[in-house]
């Protein structure tokens, strides 16, 4: 391969930086594929004969995958520091391909298949925790691992791809399971709010079937991920931190050419003393904007509308709601590049003030129109503007920022802890979506509808202000030189 001394191969890197993203990919798959599955598994399990499958049962079902997100996050720092990015990307890759063919088949040698019973709600959960330990670990490593291979002045760029395929992966699967389905029908399930259903007869293989591919057609790209991720080299930053020199020279050499390797090695030695420094080195505020990055990515509410897309849209009464879905997801992909070609330009603060303040707009665009007769396509377009807005800010740049913000020192640590609280926050947000949605102070009124996205849009301007106030601007700067920008904080 042929490489620039002076500017090293950028073949090279984005080849590299190609493999890191499909974790985002896998990531988006995982965590979207339930949109499509979760009225026919829902319909499955309400049909089991020893317990009832409640709202608050089909919430859990829905957002357990994200416990395992939890769990996965904060081993990611453990693991990425003793094991090194590229093993620990390893091991996620391996977590999706079992939980995509446990999911698909929980019965798997302890159950009688297309049986549903207590037993086997548990066994599916189990599988979909499995998924979302390798979705943890992926979300917390992949963007560490494209911020410790990118040269600094590309580096937003690139973890913005990692975004990318994090929406990428969530609109495959919008497509995956439109086509599962084709001319097969969601189940109508009726009174969600009483905990009651009624499951149109038309729609059994849906029930029975029909979620199963769903969920196992995650296998595919996850296999691909597990063998790929095998061929690429592992970070200059952790090869340096286990005393291997040579090799991150090699490394670095290749991605910057070597008249740049030999200082940015230089650079990394300098800060690069793991073992002494603790968390609170740089000071409470370093961790504490980190988590509130993670925090407000989740809180403001998005993925209340990417999981459950298809039930929102069905519920305003579009006749597709499917195809909707799909067409969201191609509108999330567009502004998904707004944000990579612009995040070095304007840098990361204005993109994420800018798109909080355009979530808030649409998300109260939905309050106070969801439900009123001749509004339906105000809903929609406050949906999508809600939803553009989240993936031109809040979706790619938290990623970057979470990547960049933290001195070398610390890293490991510090992005497990902030991944760790941003799946706490999902999983509060998706599981509480459906019976918040749902909730009535008087029959048939729409007090939850309202105030579902009242809340998130009023969470939404507070967002904002946190960044405008707190957050620190990372244009340009070399990961280096974050820990002089925190120790100069510390004196102020």
């Given at each position: ?9 950028r073949?090279y ?31 499955f ?6 317990f ?6 089909h ?5 357990s ?13 453990y693991l990425a ?14 977590l999706?391909f ?26 599916f ?11 943890g ?10 911020g410790?291979v ?20 969530q ?20 009174e ?10 038309a729609?059994?293989?849906t ?54 390797a030999a ?28 988590i ?6 989740q ?10 897309a ?5 519920d ?52 106070l ?6 509004m339906e396509?105000?809903?929609a ?12 800010s ?8 979470i990547?960049?913000i ?14 760790a ?7 509060i ?13 008087t029959e048939g ?34 990961l ?13």
């Open positions: 391969m042929q490489k620039n001394p002076s500017t090293g191969s073949a890197l984005f080849g590299i930086v190609l493999v890191a993203v499909l974790g985002g990919l896998l990531f988006g798959y995982d965590t979207a594929v339930i949109s499509g599955a979760e009225k026919g598994l829902q319909a399990f309400m049909e089991a004969k020893d009832t499958y409640t709202d608050g049962w919430g859990f079902t829905s957002a995958a994200l416990i395992g997100c939890i769990i996965g996050s904060a081993l990611s720092g520091t003793h094991l090194g990015r590229k093993r620990s990307l390893i091991i996620a890759g391996l999706f079992i939980s995509a063919l446990g999911s698909m088949n929980p019965e798997f040698l302890f159950f009688e298949y297309g049986t549903p019973t207590y037993s086997l709600l548990i066994m959960n189990f599988y979909r925790v499995i998924g979302g330990i390798g979705v670990l992926a979300s917390a490593i992949c963007p560490m691992y494209i410790e990118a040269p600094s002045n590309i580096r937003g760029m690139l973890v913005s791809w990692n975004q990318f395929a994090i929406i990428f992966g609109l495959v699967v919008y497509f995956v399971n439109f086509f599962i389905l084709g001319d097969h029908i969601q189940p109508v399930v009726e969600m709010g009483k905990g009651i259903a009624a499951i149109n007869p729609a059994q293989w029930v029975t079937t029909g979620w199963r591919y769903m969920f196992g057609s995650e296998a595919v790209p996850a296999g691909l991920f597990a063998m790929l991720i095998c061929f690429v080299p592992e970070t200059p930053r952790y090869l340096v931190s286990i005393g291997r020199d040579d090799v991150a020279l090699r490394i670095l050499s290749k991605i910057n050419g070597s008249s740049r200082q940015i090695l230089q650079d990394i030695k300098d800060t690069m003393v793991v073992k002494t420094e603790r968390l609170m080195t740089y000071g409470f505020m370093c961790i504490f904007i980190g509130m990055l993670s925090v407000f990515q809180a403001v509410g998005i993925n209340a509308v990417l999981y459950y298809p039930r929102i849209f069905g305003m009464g579009m006749d597709n709601p499917m195809m909707i879905t799909v067409f969201m997801g191609i509108i999330n992909i567009l502004f998904t590049l707004v944000a990579i070609f612009t995040v070095e330009k304007w840098g990361r603060k204005p993109l994420l003030i800018s798109g909080s303040l355009g979530m808030a707009l649409g998300a109260l665009g939905v309050a129109t969801f439900g009123h007769a001749g396509m105000v809903t377009a406050s949906l999508l503007i809600y939803s553009a807005s989240f993936m031109f809040w979706g790619p740049i938290c990623w970057v920022l990547a960049e933290f001195p070398n020192t610390i890293r490991g640590g510090a992005v497990a802890i902030a991944v609280f941003q799946w706490i926050f999902n999983f947000v998706s599981s509480t979506f459906v019976p918040m949605f749902n909730m009535h102070l009124d729409d007090f939850g509808h309202w105030f579902t996205y009242g809340l998130y849009g009023i969470i939404c301007i507070i967002a904002a202000l946190f960044v405008w106030r707190l957050v620190p601007e990372t244009k340009g700067k070399t280096e030189e974050m820990s002089a920008l925190w120790k100069q904080r510390m004196k102020k």
